[in-house]
């Protein structure tokens, strides 16, 4: 396996030049976050980023992600266009080397939380998500700002995005998955670069939106939609992990060899639809950290693997999630595992 690690570019306030100073490190998980979401990836601009972060002494490893239009995910408009846009960026990022693309199929809401900032009893702060907060937030108020939101929608884009989802169902979601990964892992296939796909987070419907990839069963059906290794997953234990009948050592052993890219992270399920997100080690959540990795290890993993959220400790602020402490302590420990796990 590859260790990486995350970063949002030249605004990232966790530097390159730090990153490089985390033991075991050595893979870098980024984007290109200017390009409007439907516009192709020019080879330049990639050749850009890769050469920022190979000057950096690192690898350009995984592009985390090359986003969806919300016109594939709802099969309107001009979904066509933005397909054939998709697969253009897919070849110049194989022009550039890259072989593994992380992306979600997630309606308008990525990630979502709560709380971004909620204080721990030891004096950090993590990500929390409470199932009765989240119903009462409204997306049309305007004043709602999350980490994985696209920030360039206006409350009217946002009000005429909802009303077109409302006659969209799970089972018009998964057509439209399927219309584009038939277009997509084509392309990927003839280019060699592994797609994976992003569970949905959490993995229950928000804002009575679909969601799909949620589950093992629904994992299952995914990767039969089109039955190629290039039509793969990012395995993320946080994400799933939220559901304790997702278990997630099972599921990597059921999908290993279509597991490109491994995000770990542990979370502490407080309640129905109810978690706080905790720092890596095992004992600081309800996920078996240990399990998980061992669970890779035993199946050969051989693709790419990054800590995933990290609290905010010692007082760092930044970007919710994306600090450098914790995430750099969760790298350690996942190294440290992996190697014991090598030496036995
Ligand atoms: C959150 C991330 C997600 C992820 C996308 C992949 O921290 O795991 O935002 O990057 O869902 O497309």
């Given at each position: 396996?590859?260790?990486?690690?995350?970063w949002?570019?030249?605004?990232?306030?966790?530097?390159?030049?730090?990153?490089?100073?985390?033991p075991?490190?050595?893979?870098?998980?980024?984007?290109?976050?200017?390009?409007?979401?439907?516009?192709?990836?020019?080879l330049?601009?990639?050749?850009?980023?890769?050469?920022?972060?190979?000057d950096?002494?690192?690898?350009?490893s995984?592009?985390?992600?090359v986003?969806?239009?919300?016109?594939i995910?709802?099969?309107?408009?001009?979904?066509?266009?933005?397909?054939?846009?998709?697969?253009?960026?897919?070849?110049n990022?194989?022009?550039?080397?890259?072989?593994?693309?992380?992306?979600?199929?997630?309606?308008?809401?990525?990630?979502?939380?709560?709380?971004?900032?909620?204080?721990?009893?030891?004096?950090?702060?993590?990500?929390?998500?409470?199932?009765?907060?989240?119903?009462?937030?409204?997306?049309?108020?305007?004043?709602?700002?999350?980490?994985?939101w696209?920030?360039?929608?206006t409350?009217?884009?946002?009000?005429?995005?909802?009303e077109?989802?409302?006659?969209?169902?799970?089972e018009?979601?998964?057509?439209?998955?399927?219309?584009?990964?038939?277009?997509?892992?084509?392309?990927?296939?003839?280019?060699?670069?592994?797609?994976a796909?992003?569970?949905?987070?959490?993995?229950?419907?928000i804002?009575?939106?679909?969601?799909?990839?949620?589950?093992?069963?629904n994992?299952?059906?995914?990767l039969?939609?089109?039955?190629?290794k290039?039509?793969?997953?990012?395995?993320?234990s946080?994400?799933?992990g939220?559901?304790?009948?997702?278990?997630?050592?099972?599921?990597?052993?059921?999908?290993?060899?279509?597991i490109?890219?491994?995000?770990?992270?542990?979370?502490?399920?407080?309640?129905?639809h109810?978690?706080?997100e905790?720092?890596?080690?095992?004992?600081?959540?309800?996920?078996?950290i240990?399990?998980i990795?061992?669970?890779?290890?035993?199946?050969?993993?051989?693709?790419?693997?990054?800590?995933?959220?990290?609290?905010?400790i010692w007082?760092?602020?930044?970007?919710p999630?994306?600090g450098?402490?914790?995430?750099?302590?969760?790298?350690?420990?996942?190294?440290?595992?992996?190697?014991?796990?090598?030496?036995?």
């Open positions: 396996m590859q260790m990486t690690f995350r949002y570019g030249k605004n990232d306030p966790v530097t390159l030049e730090k990153i490089r100073q985390i075991g490190v050595t893979g870098i998980v980024s984007a290109i976050y200017d390009v409007p979401v439907g516009e192709a990836w020019s330049e601009r990639i050749m850009q980023l890769k050469k920022e972060v190979e950096a002494g690192l690898t350009l995984v592009i985390e992600s986003p969806v239009h919300e016109d995910k709802m099969g309107c408009g001009d979904r066509d266009r933005y397909i054939e846009n998709y697969c253009t960026t897919l070849k990022l194989a022009k550039a080397g890259i072989d593994c693309v992380c992306y979600n199929f997630m309606p308008v809401f990525d990630w979502t939380r709560s709380d971004l900032a909620h204080k721990l009893p030891d004096g950090s702060n993590a990500l929390i998500y409470d199932d009765e907060t989240v119903k009462k937030m409204n997306p049309l108020s305007g004043d709602l700002s999350l980490p994985g696209d920030a360039s929608y409350k009217d884009d946002m009000r005429s995005l909802l077109k989802y409302r006659s969209i169902t799970e018009d979601l998964w057509n439209n998955l399927k219309y584009f990964l038939d277009r997509v892992i084509k392309v990927a296939e003839e280019v060699k670069v592994k797609m796909i992003h569970p949905d987070d959490p993995p229950w419907s804002f009575g939106l679909p969601r799909i990839i949620t589950n093992k069963k994992i299952e059906r995914f039969k939609l089109y039955d190629s290039y039509n793969g997953l990012t395995l993320c946080g994400s799933l939220v559901d304790a009948k997702n278990d997630i050592p099972d599921i990597i052993r059921t999908f290993c060899d279509r490109h890219f491994a995000h770990i992270r542990n979370v502490k399920i407080t309640g129905e109810c978690f706080e905790a720092a890596h080690k095992t004992d600081a959540g309800s996920l078996d240990f399990e990795i061992k669970a890779y290890h035993d199946c050969g993993f051989d693709g790419y693997i990054r800590p995933d959220h990290g609290r905010m007082g760092e602020t930044g970007r999630g994306y450098l402490y914790d995430r750099a302590l969760g790298a350690v420990y996942i190294n440290g595992i992996w190697e014991a796990l090598e030496r036995s």
